[in-house]
């Protein structure tokens, strides 16, 4: 992992046969939810905008625990920031300034076990991509101004709607395969590393799955799902299942 205030590095071409390797972000590069701290940052920007996300919150907070309502309620909340914005651009000029101003928090985020696989993939000449359910403005940000990493980035559409910039294709689960096919990645995934459920049709398409930073609740159902003997590993989120890697 280059250091702060390091230039990017110089990799190698990729071959047109190159591995391709797919890694998500959150809980997997970033110790966190990225999209949930950008969020926040845009409701904290104006009093108005704290008294409607509280007034929402009785409703829809409880969603976010679930699976299946999860979407409507994060959904409430990325509304409450962005309602007043008419075009994605607006949204992705505040993403960069949030990255920018948020520089070092962001740093204490990023996983430096999981740049250092990142590195690795890039110095033998892998075709990596990162594919996040996060607005992918603000991965390619966080990866460009922190991490010095220049990646393509495959996330969560965005665009008008209810009179705020919502999302209007979510990079999740099986479409989240789908988005990948689409924006060119049409070879087999070699190896791919997520910490999430939602993530299992990438993972089983993957020749070699990791699963990184889980749940501990959700070791079990990996085990039983994935092929034996996929690794199941800990890259530095404390609160999260794994076997512990440390750093090169």
Not at 104 to 109: D, E, K, P, S, T
Not at 127 to 147: H, K, S
Request: hydrophobic content about 45%; proline content about 8%; glycine content about 8%.
């Amino acid at each position: 992992m280059p250091p702060p205030g390091s230039t990017r590095h110089r990799y190698p071409a990729i071959a047109a046969d190159a591995p391709l390797v797919v890694f998500d972000f959150d809980h997997t590069l970033y110790d966190g939810d990225s999209g949930g701290h950008l969020f926040a940052w845009l409701i904290k920007r104006a009093w108005w905008r704290m008294l409607l996300a509280l007034l929402l919150a009785p409703v829809f907070a409880p969603m976010i625990a679930f699976l299946p309502t999860r979407r409507v309620g994060i959904g409430a909340f990325v509304w409450a920031g962005t309602i007043g914005f008419h075009r994605r651009r607006d949204l992705d000029e505040l993403i960069d300034r949030y990255v920018v101003t948020h520089t070092g928090q962001i740093r204490q985020h990023l996983l430096p076990v999981a740049l250092d696989v990142l590195h690795r993939h890039r110095e033998q000449g892998d075709r990596v991509v990162v594919a996040t359910g996060a607005p992918p403005e603000l991965a390619r940000a966080i990866l460009g101004f922190v991490a010095h990493e220049d990646l393509p980035v495959v996330g969560t559409l965005v665009g008008p709607r209810f009179g705020a910039v919502m999302a209007t294709r979510h990079c999740h689960h099986q479409m989240k395969m789908t988005m990948l096919r689409e924006a060119g990645y049409t070879a087999p995934v070699a190896i791919a590393y997520s910490d999430s459920s939602a993530d299992l049709p990438l993972l089983q398409a993957a020749l070699k799955p990791v699963v990184v930073n889980p749940k501990p609740a959700r070791v079990a159902m990996f085990r039983e799902t994935l092929p034996a003997g996929t690794p199941i590993l800990n890259w530095g989120c404390r609160d999260r299942a794994g076997d512990p890697v440390s750093g090169s």
